[in-house]
């Protein structure tokens, strides 16, 4: 028992611990970054889908008035 229990021993297991929790900590930021930007990008192709939908719909009603207006003229 007095073999496993070294000072060498110990502080090998402690840097590999800190190692270890390190890389848990590193592997977790880097899915948060990769998680925020896939977020970016899906608002950015939504606020594209819905600004593509209300220009349609401008139009549309563009055309409508036109219509109105020259009805009336």
Avoid: C, H, P, W
Wanted: no cysteine.
């Amino acid at each position: 028992m007095d073999k496993i229990l070294t000072k060498e021993n110990i502080i090998i297991a402690v840097a590999v611990f800190v190692v270890i929790i390190q890389s848990n900590y590193f592997a977790t930021r880097l899915d948060l970054a990769n998680l925020k930007l896939e977020l970016k990008d899906y608002i950015s192709a939504q606020d594209e889908f819905i600004e593509n939908k209300m220009d349609k719909k401008l139009d549309s009603m563009d055309k409508k008035l036109d219509m109105i207006i020259k009805a009336r003229g």
